[in-house]
């Protein structure tokens, strides 16, 4: 269990640290969204970070017993690998997408200067892979935690993914009006598949 917990910690680190080299090579905002509005999506970002982060920690603390409920279903060796494996596929897609993206990334929906239609690599498949990469990584969370509390993260995380991809989408069909239909047409949101 706590070579499980460590390794999912692990590859959330990676993502941080990622993310955060990475944005300083992206483009400039066309319409920069005001600061408030910035520091609001930073504070979110943050709030749901540090509960996430809480029950983890109260998950060290009570010594590995599982916290928000009973387990729904028992701990294995097997269930703690393939959470590991489902949290470092999903690490490993998010990089991919982010470095297809390229320049063109924001951590909120808006489009950057000169911005551009990116249509290869995982981009090819799904519309928004960097939130297939995440959703991995949380389900990997929620796997390991195996509760109704980790179901209910899983659930607002995929209502907030949603919400946020609606908005990006908006501004894509409006700023690639010819491209776009087809785009989205030939490829799912987030799973293939599915969704």
């Not at 600061?35 to 603390?61: D, Y």
């Not at 897609?93 to 808006?110: F, H, K, Q, Y």
């Not at 498949?125 to 929620?142: C, E, K, N, S, W």
């Not at 609606?166 to 030939?186: H, N």
Request: overall charge positive.
């Amino acid at each position: 269990m706590w070579a499980a917990i460590i390794l999912l910690g692990i590859s959330w680190l990676i993502f941080g640290a990622v993310w955060l080299l990475s944005a300083r090579s992206a483009k400039r905002a066309q319409n920069p969204l005001s600061r408030g509005k910035q520091w609001a999506f930073v504070v979110l970002i943050a709030i749901g970070g540090g509960l996430i982060v809480s029950r983890l920690a109260g998950w060290i603390a009570n010594g590995g017993a599982t916290p928000g409920g009973a387990a729904l279903w028992p701990f294995s060796t097997g269930l703690a690998v393939a959470a590991v494996i489902l949290s470092y596929f999903g690490l490993a897609v998010a990089i991919w997408a982010r470095a297809t993206l390229g320049r063109n990334w924001s951590a909120i929906p808006e489009l950057k200067e000169d911005h551009e239609l990116v249509t290869s690599g995982p981009y090819a498949v799904v519309r928004h892979p960097i939130y297939t990469g995440l959703l991995l990584m949380f389900a990997a969370i929620a796997v390991l935690w195996a509760t109704a509390a980790a179901l209910v993260m899983l659930l607002v995380i995929v209502v907030g993914i949603q919400l946020k991809l609606s908005r990006e989408e908006t501004l894509l069909a409006g700023e690639f009006p010819d491209q776009w239909p087809a785009y989205r047409a030939r490829t799912r949101r987030v799973l293939p598949l599915l969704w």
